[in-house]
């Protein structure tokens, strides 16, 4: 039986995570050292590539303090203010592969923080476009994940508050949490600072995986992208799989799946889910 397959439009790379990862490929053909200030994006495959064609990633401060020539570029996620600093500071070339969706976050912070609001962003606190987030800020800035911690902030009565939030967080989620900040009486200028690209893909995926008997999402373990793709199309499908590459797909079908849909996080080049679409439809 060969199995109906139903593949998200939106899947794979998105707008920035192409432009950086073209940017760092062209580079590489260049010659000379080349880095990225953190991993290009979350693929391993991607990242695995790239060093064998010389480019070396840059995990920390100590060991950009290493390098004193070639060209570092910046990953899609951005950095903070106070890294990209240093990168000039060291006379290093410096390409800037930021997402301009991250970078418009970055110029609001910025901004907003300059005028005296505390800064609170929406997001995953360990993440690295969060962490390039907040080091934009001139005042303390506040992250938030869950409901509980919505629940728990607390700051002083007429205290200005700019809200900002990572561009691939759940926009359901985040609608929920702005909810709980608002009805505190705070006064909040509240920036949507999700990609419509996120939204979108997030959207399609959930209205796959309703209409499906099992759910592939594909990305990488360390996507936060990938994993609230996940977690949408999960409490949609009860038949929903993480995989990173066709190597995972190690499914189990139940035999009343006839119908299978497939998405993936804007970190996943396009050949890993043709791949996964082809197994899919042949073999199951």
Not at 52 to 65: C, M, P, S, T
Not at 73 to 80: A, F
Not at 228 to 243: A, D, G, R, V
Request: hydrophobic share 35%; with cysteine.
């Amino acid at each position: 039986m060969i199995m109906e397959v139903i593949r998200a439009k939106s899947a794979g790379f998105c707008f920035g995570v192409k432009r950086a990862v073209e940017t760092v490929y062209e580079e590489s053909e260049k010659g000379g050292p080349i880095y990225t200030y953190g991993p290009i994006i979350h693929n391993d495959q991607v990242v695995k590539d790239l060093e064998a064609k010389g480019v070396h990633v840059i995990e920390n401060d100590e060991q950009l303090e290493q390098i004193s020539e070639g060209t570092v570029i910046i990953r899609s996620h951005g950095v903070s203010a106070a890294v990209q600093k240093k990168l000039q500071d060291k006379g290093l070339t410096v390409l800037d592969a930021t997402c301009p969706f991250v970078k418009r976050i970055h110029n609001v912070v910025e901004a907003e923080s300059l005028n005296g609001s505390l800064i609170i962003v929406i997001g995953n606190a360990g993440h690295p476009e969060v962490e390039g987030i907040v080091g934009w800020s001139h005042t303390p800035a506040v992250v938030i994940e869950s409901e509980q911690e919505a629940h728990d902030f607390y700051c002083a009565e007429g205290t200005r508050i700019c809200l900002v939030s990572q561009t691939t967080f759940n926009y359901n989620k985040f609608q929920d949490l702005v909810d709980i900040i608002r009805k505190k009486g705070y006064n909040v200028n509240v920036v949507n600072t999700i990609c419509n690209a996120t939204e979108v893909r997030q959207k399609e995926a959930r209205k796959i995986a309703s209409e499906v008997d099992a759910m592939i999402v594909i990305g990488g373990a360390h996507s936060s992208n990938t994993r609230k793709l996940y977690e949408i199309c999960s409490s949609e499908c009860e038949n929903t799989y993480f995989i990173q590459t066709l190597d995972d797909l190690q499914l189990d079908f139940p035999n009343s799946v006839v119908r299978v849909g497939i998405t993936a996080g804007a970190s996943t080049p396009n050949n890993i889910i043709e791949e996964v679409q082809n197994n899919v439809r042949i073999n199951f």
